[in-house]
Nanobody, 119 residues
């Protein structure tokens, strides 16, 4: 059973940085696409960034070059480096994983990390 354990959320001021980490357990990391999603207050969950097993990446338009997703296959961990944070980035951030071999996608989710950007 895949488990995703997140860390790194917190409270920061506008313009500051945070780094989220997600440790993957329970299967072969190399077969999984990984991503970060977020859900702000009163909003639907939305994609932030994804990284495939070959480290190809995709970002939401609102990232605007401020965030970087990466994966360390030797540690089965995915990261989200967030710079120049804005109050609109305030949300619960969720790590996501799915097995690229499966024809029908099944999503695994982390427990969520609160990120609050406020002065």
């Amino acid at each position: 059973q895949v488990q995703l354990v997140e860390s790194g959320g917190g409270l920061v001021q506008p313009g500051e940085s945070l780094r989220l980490s997600c440790a993957f357990r329970g299967s072969t990391f190399a077969f999984y696409g990984m991503g970060w999603y977020r859900q702000g207050p009163g909003k639907l969950r939305e994609m932030v960034a994804t990284v495939n097993p070959g480290s190809g990446t995709n970002y939401a338009d609102f990232v605007e070059g401020r965030f970087t997703i990466s994966r360390d296959n030797s540690k089965s961990t995915v990261f989200l480096q967030m710079n120049s944070l804005k109050p609109d980035d305030t949300a619960v951030y969720y790590c996501n994983a799915y097995d690229i071999r499966e024809k029908v996608r099944y999503n695994y989710w982390g427990q969520g990390s609160q990120v609050t950007v406020s002065s």
